[in-house]
Structures are given as structure tokens and as C-alpha cells.
């Protein structure tokens, strides 16, 4: 079946640097959806990534989809404590099926 | 006006237990779900339903059984808790169903731990 991986697992980063987390699927994706949990919070939805090679900004986040569809990565630039918790990619594959990653935790040192 | 609203918050019960979990959403969407998410953060999909009917049911055991009497409610009833069973359950909802690519409004979640 459909499977969706995110490196790295856990980042820890001082503040004001960069963080970047990859996804990648091992089957191509119609779509693909970023979402944040705060620690103990719940997901909420960033952003959704449709055609090719799309690449979306929303202040200091950027996301880019591969051109093969298949993966997919999250760019933060000069990261704010106000960053930290569970980043997660969730990848449909045509409707067969709908899949989260398991996430990249990040923490952000003042 | 919370738009995703589950409850209990948390809910501290033994082992052979049954135990319930309400969840109720105002956004008008079709589509509502039932997700785990382990100690270890992955979030499974247990249950899906669009308009009252079940679209998804993942292997699950039969112990937990979702039940939509409307399509503002889903809500899940586990018989005979087990240990394994602790985890956050999350009830989320969407426009038209995951596979047309409608983002998941999440709801607080429900902290189920069994002793």
C-alpha cells in the first residue's frame, strides 16, 4: 500500500535559523496537505499542494511539490519559537487512498 | 462557535470497560472521520463517513463501532477497553471527502487512557 515518509524525525534548531522537512511518497499523489500541531494541540491545515512542481509562500513558510508528484517539502525560514510543534504531510493517491506522514517534530531554541 | 467539537476532553477508564466519544461539527461539511494518533504522534484513520454513511472503516477492531446519526455527528463507542487502546483520538470533518482533496478541520481531541 500507499506509504508516506518525512525526514528528519525530530529537528532542533536555534532561533532565527532555517528548517526544512521532506516528504516523500512511494506512489504518485493527486494531492498533497501540510498541517501543524502545536504540542498538545491538534492538526490544523496549512496548506494543499496540487499541480507539478507548485511552489506556495505564506510569510516565511514555503512549499514546493516535486514534478514527479511524489514528494514534497516544507521551508521555514528563520524559525520563531512561535514554530514549534509537529509538522505533518498527508498524501492522496487518486483517491485509493489518503495517507499522513509520521512527522517531523521541531523545537526551537530561544 | 467551535467548529469541530469533541468531548470528553480526557477520559481515564480500566481495562473491559465500554466507553464513548461524542463529536459534533457546525461547518456544514459532508464528511466526518475518527482518527488515533499513538504515543508515538502517527495519526491513523480509523473511520470515515459521508452523509451519515460509512466510506471508510480501516482495520479496526470490531470493538469500536462509530455511529452517525446525522451528518453534524460522528461518534464512537469502544467496548471492552484495552490497554492498547490508550491514545488521542481525534474526530475531524471535511467539505467533500478526503479523496477530493478538502482540507481536515480537526477537533481537540479526546485523551483515552486505560488503566
Known amino acids: 500500500g500507499q506509504q508516506v515518509m518525512q525526514i528528519p524525525q525530530y529537528q532542533h534548531v536555534q532561533e532565527g535559523e532555517d528548517f526544512t522537512t521532506y516528504c516523500n511518497s512511494s506512489?504518485?499523489?493527486?494531492?498533497i496537505q501540510w498541517y501543524k500541531q502545536r504540542p498538545g494541540g491538534h492538526p490544523v491545515f496549512l496548506i494543499q499542494?496540487?499541480?507539478?512542481?507548485e511552489v506556495k509562500k505564506q510569510k516565511r513558510l514555503t512549499f514546493q511539490f516535486g514534478e514527479a508528484k511524489k514528494n514534497s517539502s516544507l521551508h521555514i525560514t528563520a524559525t520563531q519559537t512561535t514554530d514549534v510543534g509537529t509538522y505533518f504531510c498527508a498524501g492522496d493517491n487518486y483517491g485509493q487512498n489518503f495517507v499522513f506522514g509520521p512527522g517531523t517534530r521541531l523545537s526551537v531554541l530561544p | 462557535d467551535t467548529a469541530v467539537s469533541q468531548t470528553p476532553k480526557y477520559l481515564v477508564t480500566q481495562m473491559g470497560n465500554d466507553k464513548s466519544i461524542k463529536c459534533e461539527q457546525n461547518l456544514g461539511h459532508d464528511t466526518m472521520y475518527w482518527y488515533k494518533q499513538d504515543s508515538k504522534k502517527f495519526l491513523k484513520i480509523m473511520f470515515s463517513y459521508n452523509n451519515k454513511e460509512l466510506i471508510i472503516n480501516e482495520t479496526v477492531p470490531n470493538r469500536f463501532s462509530p455511529k452517525s446519526p446525522d451528518k453534524a455527528h460522528l461518534n464512537l463507542h469502544i467496548n471492552s477497553l484495552e490497554l492498547g487502546d490508550s491514545a488521542v483520538y481525534f474526530c475531524?470533518?471535511?467539505?467533500?471527502?478526503?479523496?477530493?482533496?478538502?482540507?481536515?478541520?480537526f477537533g481537540n481531541g479526546t485523551r483515552l487512557t486505560v488503566t
Open positions: 499542494l496540487v499541480k507539478s512542481g
Open positions: 506512489t504518485t499523489l493527486s494531492n
Open positions: 475531524a470533518s471535511s467539505q467533500g471527502g478526503q479523496f477530493r482533496g478538502s482540507p481536515l478541520h
